[in-house]
């Protein structure tokens, strides 16, 4: 415990040694585990996440993200699996600031399986590779040149296609929070 505030002083104090940074064609990655709600199937579900980010100007970034389907925490799950890939764009709402608010929008895809956990024949337990739509949202704040800190959220919409008398709807709010870290990003 003592390290992390130890880092988290170090970083703070490094960046406030600088009041603008500039993103453009800098390149911002994170890594979490990820917690969300799947409304549809009514579960909780953890995830191992990261993205990677590259900056085309100070508005307008393209990213990429991958999840990981770690767990639900339903004492009997309905997902066996739901792994997912992203790749899209973000407008970013400030220039050259520390702070980074941005929203964005990534069409992706799931690979996904259910549990029958009633075994009823209707139910399609064969791995899918569902289409996906997110919105996502959320702020960047740069402590210098290196790190910064992160809040997302994601929405996610899709559903099962495997059996049209039994389809499932796998929308999911996703959140992550954490420290990432960048290349190529510096003072204006």
Known sequence: MRILILLLLVCLSAGNSISQISKTHGLRAMAT??????FGIQETVSSLSGDIEFYLNEKVSIQGEGSIFLSSF??????????????GINYHFTENK??????????GISFFKLNNL??????NT???????????????YYVG??????IHARYIQGQTIGNPQARYSINELRLLAGLGFNLGVKKP
């Open 74 to 87: 339903a004492s009997q799950s309905r997902v066996n699996n739901n792994n997912q890939l992203f790749g």
């Open 126 to 140: 064969n791995p899918e590779v569902i289409p996906l739509i997110s919105f996502s949202g959320g702020l960047n």
């Open 118 to 123: 009633n075994q009823a024949p209707e139910i």
């Open 145 to 150: 040149s290196i790190f910064h800190f992160f």
């Open 33 to 38: 585990f990820s917690a969300g709600y799947m």
């Open 98 to 107: 520390k702070a980074d608010v941005f929203l964005g929008m990534q069409p």
